[in-house]
C-alpha cells in the first residue's frame, strides 16, 4: 500500500478504533456505576502491545484489533485476594445488574451512532438529490440477436446490455420480442456491455455504435420493458410509498421489488410532463428476490442539506431507524441465503479499505460509515453468540429459567471454544480481504 493509501486508512483505522472503545466503556461504566469491580479494560485480545495498570483497573492495548474486553476479578481468581463473597463481584449481583453491565456495550453503541447522525445533520449535512423520486437511469437486457455488423464490434448473444436515454426499445407482446432502438445523435453513441464470460468476473465495455449503418439488436424483454418502463421515467411512489430526495429511496425501491417477486407493484412514473400509473410484476431470480431489469439512482445530483434546529434530532432519528432495519435486514438474509450472501462478510481488513475509498471520496461521509459500523456492532454483539454479549445474556436467562447458574465449567468451556471461533474467523476474513486487495 502506497503512503497515500496509508494516509486514507488512518481515519476508518480511527473509527473502528474509536468504536471499540465506545463499546467497551459501555461495559465498564456500567460496572462501575453500580460499584461492580472492573480491574481489566482491554482493545484487543492477544499479547499486550501496552498497558497501564491505574488505581483499580489495568487498561492495555493488544496484539489482535478484533474488538476488545472488560476483566473482572472473579475470572482470575489466583491474582486478586477479593473475598469470593464480596458482593461487589459480579458474579454475585442480581440477574438484572449482569444483564446491565453484559448489554451496555451494545447500548453504548447505539446512542453513539444516533449522536453521531445528530452531528452529522447538524454540521456537513445529509445528502439529499437534488429532486424527489427515484430515477430509472438505464434499462438492462440481455442479448438474444444481433446483426452481422454489430457483432463485428463485439456484441455477441448473451452479453448485457445497459441502455440509457440515448436508446428507446420496441417491445413486441405477441411475440414477447424486444429490440433496442439508437436514438438520431450527431455525435457517436456508446453503448455499455457486460461480456458473458465463463470466468467470476464478467467484463464490462462501452462499445461506440455505428452512425451510418443500421444497428440491430433484439434484447430478452424484461420487466421493466414488457410493463413499459423507459429510461429517464422517475418514479414517484410504488404501492403507496411515495419517494422523497433522501440518498438511500433508489434502495427502498429496490427492496420493494426484491420482495415482491411475482407481485404486481403499483407505480406512479413522471414522464415529462405526464404523470402515468404501471402496474409492474417482478421477475424471480435464482436466489428468489424479484427484478424488473432497470437501473436505479437518485433522481438529480446528489447535494449536502444541513438540518437547523430541533429537527435535526427526528432527522437523526429516521436515518438511525433506516440503518437499523437495514442491519437486520442483512442479517436475515445472511441466514436466510448463506451461500449467495456469505461471500459478501466484511472484516476489519475490507472495512477499512471501504472507509479508506470514502475518506478519498468524500471525508464527510466518515460520519454515515461511523454510525453504520457502530449499529453492525451493536446487532452482531447481541446475537446469542458464543464470547458474544449476547452469548453471556443467553447465560443470564437460562439461570433465570432454572433458578441457578450453569455450571461455570460448562459456561467457560462455551465461551473459550466461540472465542477461538471467532478469532479464527477473524484471522480468516483478514487473510482472504489482504488477498482481494492485492492487484492481479
Do not use: C
Amino acid at each position: 500500500m502506497s503512503i497515500s493509501g496509508i494516509l486514507f486508512a488512518l481515519p476508518a483505522i480511527a473509527v473502528l478504533a474509536l468504536l471499540i472503545i465506545v463499546h467497551e466503556l459501555g461495559h465498564f461504566m456500567a460496572a462501575r456505576l453500580q460499584g461492580i469491580y472492573a480491574n481489566k479494560f482491554s482493545i484487543g485480545f492477544g499479547p499486550v502491545l501496552w498497558k497501564y495498570q491505574g488505581p483499580e483497573t489495568e487498561y492495555a492495548l493488544r496484539a489482535f484489533p478484533l474488538g476488545g474486553f472488560v476483566g473482572f476479578p472473579e475470572e482470575d481468581p489466583e491474582e486478586n485476594t477479593i473475598d469470593p463473597k464480596d458482593p461487589n463481584l459480579l458474579k454475585n449481583r442480581p440477574i438484572l445488574d449482569r444483564a446491565i453491565v453484559m448489554s451496555a456495550g451494545v447500548i453504548a453503541n447505539l446512542i453513539f451512532a444516533y449522536f453521531v447522525l445528530v452531528l452529522q445533520m447538524a454540521t456537513v449535512g445529509a445528502p439529499q438529490a437534488e429532486k424527489p423520486g427515484v430515477l430509472v437511469s438505464r434499462i438492462v437486457a440481455e442479448v438474444t440477436a444481433a446483426s452481422p455488423n454489430v457483432a463485428d464490434l463485439g456484441i455477441k448473444v448473451g452479453d448485457t446490455v445497459f441502455f440509457d436515454q440515448k436508446f428507446d426499445y420496441t417491445y413486441n407482446a405477441s411475440a414477447n420480442t424486444a429490440n433496442l432502438v439508437v436514438k438520431p445523435s450527431e455525435q457517436t453513441v456508446q453503448l455499455p456491455v457486460q461480456h458473458k464470460s465463463e470466468g467470476s468476473k464478467p467484463e464490462l465495455a462501452k462499445i461506440a455504435l455505428p452512425q451510418d449503418a443500421a444497428v440491430s439488436i433484439e434484447l430478452k424483454p424484461t420487466a421493466a420493458m414488457r410493463y413499459g418502463l423507459k429510461p429517464g421515467d422517475v418514479i414517484v411512489s410504488a404501492n403507496g410509498r411515495t419517494f422523497g430526495q433522501a440518498v438511500d429511496e433508489q434502495g427502498m425501491l429496490r427492496k420493494i421489488i426484491e420482495v415482491n417477486p411475482g407481485k404486481p407493484i403499483d407505480l406512479s412514473v413522471q414522464r415529462g410532463d405526464q404523470l402515468l400509473t404501471v402496474a409492474v410484476t417482478p421477475e424471480a431470480i435464482a436466489s428468489g428476490e424479484g427484478r424488473i431489469g432497470a437501473g436505479l439512482d437518485a433522481n438529480g445530483t446528489l447535494a449536502r442539506k444541513r438540518v437547523g434546529g430541533l429537527t435535526v434530532f427526528s432527522a437523526a432519528a429516521n436515518e438511525f431507524q433506516k440503518i437499523v432495519y437495514d442491519t437486520i435486514a442483512g442479517f436475515g438474509m445472511l441466514v436466510s441465503r448463506f451461500n449467495t450472501v456469505a461471500s459478501q462478510v466484511a472484516g476489519p481488513v475490507a472495512i477499512v479499505a471501504a472507509g479508506s475509498r470514502i475518506t478519498q471520496s468524500d471525508a464527510a461521509n466518515l460520519f454515515y460509515f461511523a454510525a453504520l459500523i457502530s449499529v453492525n456492532l451493536a446487532i452482531i454483539n447481541i446475537l446469542p453468540l458464543p464470547a458474544l454479549d449476547g452469548g453471556h445474556l443467553a447465560f443470564l436467562l437460562l439461570e433465570g429459567l432454572r433458578g441457578k447458574p450453569v455450571p461455570s465449567k460448562i459456561q467457560d468451556g462455551v465461551m473459550q471454544t466461540g472465542l477461538m471461533l471467532l478469532l479464527g474467523l477473524g484471522i480468516f476474513l483478514i487473510i482472504r480481504d489482504t488477498a482481494n486487495l492485492i492487484p492481479q
